[in-house]
């Protein structure tokens, strides 16, 4: 057997290089996220790495959509729950928000953005499905409260594409730690927000 062909077979999960890759993210920065590092993290070399992925665009892309169905997999549990819309809507926004400077996942999402500047059509839809999944189950949601009378009457989808824009901007400070913001302002100014537009 080809030297190649065996260290492909012998090559770990793709899921454990995500995995790999967004621990490095959350315990270095992404600065430190090389191909290098993260194929000493598991055992590969950098060029088996590049063999998988690509690229590093492509690696941070997906190391983006492995986390990102990680949390619609929360997204979809906690949106689903039993409970009044107003509520289900406050947990929508508090895993939308970042945890704090550096959040690994919001770090990527930076990254993503910054380089699909430059990035190929199909890079920049699967950032649209993503984004797209977001929004879709928001409009959902409010369209449920406003149907049992828990929100005021408002365009769903439209009142969920200024909501999102607004949880981008505030999620970005956070993220990038700017002086004087921080998760639970942000969570205030969400929250006061909603009790002036939406709730009743």
């Known amino acids: 057997m080809a030297d190649g062909a065996r260290a492909r077979r012998n090559a770990p999960p793709r899921e454990?290089?995500?995995?790999?890759?967004?621990?490095?993210?959350?315990?270095?920065?992404?600065?430190?996220?090389?191909?290098?590092?993260?194929?000493?993290?598991?055992?590969?070399?950098?060029?088996?790495?590049?063999?998988?992925?690509?690229?590093?665009?492509?690696l941070l892309l997906r190391t983006l959509e492995w986390s990102e169905s990680r949390l619609g997999a929360e997204r979809a549990r906690l949106l689903a729950r039993p409970a009044p819309a107003r509520d289900r809507l406050a947990a929508y926004v508090d895993l939308y928000v970042p945890d704090g400077h550096r959040d690994p996942h919001w770090t990527l999402w930076l990254e993503v953005w910054n380089r699909s500047l430059g990035a190929v059509e199909d890079a920049r839809d699967r950032q649209a499905a993503i984004e797209g999944a977001w929004h879709r189950d928001l409009a959902a949601l409010v369209a449920e409260g406003v149907s049992r009378g828990e929100f005021r009457p408002v365009d769903a989808d439209r009142f969920a594409t200024r909501l999102r824009a607004l949880l981008d901007g505030f999620s970005i400070h956070v993220a990038i730690g700017l002086?004087?913001?921080?998760?639970?302002?942000?969570?205030?100014?969400?929250?006061?927000?909603?009790?002036?537009?939406?709730?009743?």
């Open 16 to 58: 454990e290089v995500l995995a790999a890759a967004m621990k490095m993210i959350a315990e270095r920065g992404l600065e430190k996220l090389t191909m290098a590092a993260l194929g000493r993290a598991v055992g590969m070399s950098s060029g088996h790495l590049l063999y998988y992925f690509g690229s590093k665009d492509e």
């Open 179 to 200: 002086r004087g913001t921080d998760r639970e302002k942000v969570i205030g100014h969400v929250r006061e927000f909603l009790d002036e537009s939406l709730h009743r």
